[in-house]
């Protein structure tokens, strides 16, 4: 298997050169044509046409579909889309929850092939996290029958602010025991390969990139309002990460000034008015003590009164924060991800409105607004474990074994 030609390209150094670029240009994308390829690397369009010949004859890519049309009717150009050989490359993601291990394996064309989780008991080590994953990962590549030989990377979405320039979780209620440590060591003891990490918001926002709501889009803000406020920010195709890897982290932006105490010790934070329990404990004195944020949501969206209250009053909130931010960065077009979008249109409508209301740019569009709102495609947290496999397929590793 180590002559397995993509792995070697793939996590090859030299960086510069043409293959390096063309393999690193398919896995960001998926699927390209030779003549998108030479745009997107600077390649010539006749140097294109030899490196594919070659690749392809190294089964390092491969046409998924020819089609016998466009080869007919564009002589040593083809507009067939090329691809990376899906059984030589293949990427691991992982979500550490609070007391489940999420993982997906994707093959180097972008095909999801498996995703499984299982449940660990809460303030799990890394160690055992790890432990939990590796089996996983064995009892994945057993049921889709790839070769694990053919592990380009592992991805791990993380659920606090993370650092990714010292590739340290800065904080988390979830995992207390993975903060401060050098997480990518602790996984490249196991895994033999890079092992790249991110805050989870930004994994979300990279498989809504590459699978879902923004596919195809190069600029656009993801905003993930669930049991706490995340968000990312895309510029050019790729993660704003800012100093410390908190670009994004929107659930601090100040709503109110006068607002409801926040974890950071500040106030009227967008978090602090929309976190799960700023909503759960109004509702029940309507509801009873039992009430969940999944059941005020749903309620929500079947139109009872009080629950469309909590949740609308949230959006409002909610676009009053994105106007404010999209008054700096002007995206066109804004991701919405988390349970607050098991409310539906309740949710989204309200959050829209608002924004429109609060947005320095206006009526510039016929009825439609100049900055859409759209829910994500994946709901809880496939997200964060398909964004961790994009982070293999799109980032440098922080941290890499022997
Ligand atoms: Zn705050």
Request: proline share 5%; net charge negative; hydrophobic share 45%.
């Given at each position: 298997?180590?002559?397995?030609?993509?792995?070697?390209?793939?996590?090859?150094?030299?960086?510069?050169?043409?293959?390096?670029?063309?393999?690193?240009?398919?896995?960001?994308?998926?699927?390209?044509?030779?003549?998108?390829l030479?745009?997107?690397?600077?390649?010539?369009?006749?140097?294109?046409?030899?490196?594919?010949?070659?690749?392809k004859?190294?089964?390092?890519?491969?046409?998924?579909?020819?089609?016998?049309?466009?080869?007919?009717?564009?002589?040593?150009?083809?507009?067939?889309?090329?691809?990376?050989n899906?059984?030589?490359?293949?990427?691991?993601?992982?979500?550490?929850?609070?007391?489940?291990?999420?993982i997906?394996?994707v093959d180097?064309?972008?095909?999801?092939?498996?995703?499984?989780s299982?449940?660990?008991?809460?303030?799990?080590?890394?160690?055992?996290?790890?432990?939990?994953?590796?089996?996983?990962?064995?009892?994945?590549?057993?049921?889709?029958?790839?070769?694990?030989?053919?592990?380009?990377?592992v991805?791990?979405?993380?659920?606090?602010?993370?650092?990714?320039?010292?590739?340290?979780?800065?904080?988390?209620?979830?995992l207390?025991?993975?903060?401060?440590l050098?997480?990518?060591a602790?996984?490249?003891?196991?895994?033999?390969v890079?092992?790249i990490?991110?805050?989870?918001?930004?994994?979300?926002?990279?498989?809504?990139?590459?699978?879902?709501?923004?596919?195809?889009?190069?600029?656009?803000?993801?905003?993930?309002?669930?049991?706490?406020?995340?968000?990312?920010?895309?510029?050019?195709?790729?993660?704003?990460?800012?100093?410390?890897?908190?670009?994004?982290?929107?659930?601090?932006?100040?709503?109110?000034?006068?607002?409801?105490?926040c974890?950071?010790?500040?106030?009227?934070?967008?978090?602090a008015?929309?976190?799960?329990d700023?909503?759960?404990?109004?509702?029940?004195?309507?509801?009873?003590?039992?009430?969940?944020?999944?059941?005020?949501?749903?309620?929500?969206q079947?139109?009872?009164?009080?629950?469309?209250?909590?949740?609308?009053?949230?959006?409002?909130?909610?676009?009053?924060?994105?106007?404010?931010?999209?008054?700096?960065?002007?995206?066109?077009?804004?991701?919405?991800?988390?349970?607050?979008?098991?409310?539906?249109?309740?949710?989204?409508?309200?959050?829209?409105?608002?924004?429109?209301?609060?947005?320095?740019?206006r009526?510039?569009?016929?009825?439609?607004?100049?900055?859409?709102?759209?829910?994500?495609?994946?709901?809880?947290?496939?997200?964060?474990?398909l964004?961790a496999?994009?982070?293999?397929?799109?980032?440098?590793?922080?941290?890499?074994?022997?």
């Amino acid at each position: 298997m180590s002559s397995n030609e993509l792995i070697k390209i793939f996590l090859s150094e030299d960086v510069g050169a043409p293959a390096y670029k063309v393999v690193r240009a398919l896995a960001e994308r998926g699927s390209a044509s030779a003549i998108e390829l030479s745009r997107h690397t600077g390649l010539a369009k006749s140097t294109m046409s030899a490196l594919v010949a070659e690749l392809k004859d190294a089964s390092v890519i491969i046409e998924p579909e020819p089609s016998k049309d466009a080869r007919a009717s564009s002589r040593g150009r083809p507009a067939v889309q090329l691809s990376l050989n899906p059984q030589a490359g293949t990427s691991v993601g992982v979500l550490p929850g609070p007391d489940f291990i999420g993982i997906a394996l994707v093959d180097a064309a972008h095909g999801i092939r498996d995703e499984r989780s299982v449940e660990i008991k809460p303030n799990y080590s890394v160690d055992q996290g790890v432990e939990a994953v590796a089996e996983l990962v064995q009892q994945a590549y057993a049921a889709t029958g790839l070769q694990r030989e053919t592990l380009l990377g592992v991805g791990l979405a993380m659920p606090g602010p993370f650092n990714h320039r010292t590739g340290v979780m800065l904080r988390s209620t979830l995992l207390p025991n993975w903060v401060d440590l050098d997480i990518g060591a602790h996984f490249a003891k196991r895994f033999d390969v890079p092992v790249i990490a991110d805050n989870e918001s930004n994994c979300a926002a990279i498989a809504e990139m590459t699978w879902g709501a923004a596919l195809g889009q190069q600029d656009f803000l993801y905003a993930k309002f669930d049991e706490g406020v995340g968000g990312a920010v895309i510029v050019d195709g790729r993660v704003l990460r800012g100093a410390l890897g908190a670009a994004g982290e929107i659930g601090h932006f100040m709503v109110d000034p006068d607002g409801p105490l926040c974890t950071c010790g500040s106030r009227g934070c967008l978090e602090a008015m929309m976190r799960w329990d700023a909503i759960v404990r109004p509702a029940r004195a309507l509801f009873g003590e039992n009430i969940t944020f999944p059941q005020i949501a749903g309620r929500a969206q079947e139109g009872d009164p009080g629950c469309v209250r909590l949740i609308s009053d949230a959006a409002a909130a909610a676009g009053r924060a994105l106007a404010g931010i999209c008054a700096v960065l002007n995206p066109p077009l804004i991701v919405v991800g988390g349970r607050y979008v098991l409310a539906g249109e309740v949710f989204l409508r309200a959050m829209q409105e608002s924004f429109d209301r609060h947005f320095h740019i206006r009526d510039q569009t016929d009825g439609g607004s100049v900055t859409p709102i759209v829910a994500g495609t994946f709901s809880n947290n496939r997200d964060s474990t398909l964004g961790a496999v994009g982070l293999v397929l799109r980032e440098k590793p922080f941290t890499r074994s022997a």
